[in-house]
């Protein structure tokens, strides 16, 4: 098992993983991560033998990652105090969320607006100019036809 985020940073390689286990890291940097499983043969397998590996990968961000009771019992807190911390945290993680999530809109609106302001005048400046396309060519063509003596 390998973990790296996109910014570089390896946070881990767990040779041998076998059973159940636990991993935990906290991160250098707000990215995305990649957690890569390796799956070596190490002895020869008979035709007849089914080979099989069952992974389940879990992960847990933020408070949901905590491990509560060890808090619990490192600063003696009562279960009370602990599930209110537990919920300050998750409340802390949901504020800020949102915060991202209002900057975020702000920004796909400014961007929304320049483009709709773009367009139109794209389309302002294109139908203006095929307007001035057309009058030409009936000058123009007004112009060849008199000279032609058709008109």
Known sequence: MHIKDAVGN???RPRDVTGENRYAFTSHADAAFDVCFEN???SKVGENQHMSRHVELDIDIGADAKDWSA???GERLKPTEAELRRVEEIMGEIVREMDYLR???YKLRDTNESTNERVKWFGIVTMM???GLGIWQVVYLRAYFRSKHLI
């Open 71 to 73: 808090i619990q019992a």
């Open 129 to 131: 100019s095929l307007m």
């Open 103 to 105: 900057e975020r809109e």
């Open 40 to 42: 070596i043969l190490q």
């Open 10 to 12: 390896d946070y881990g």
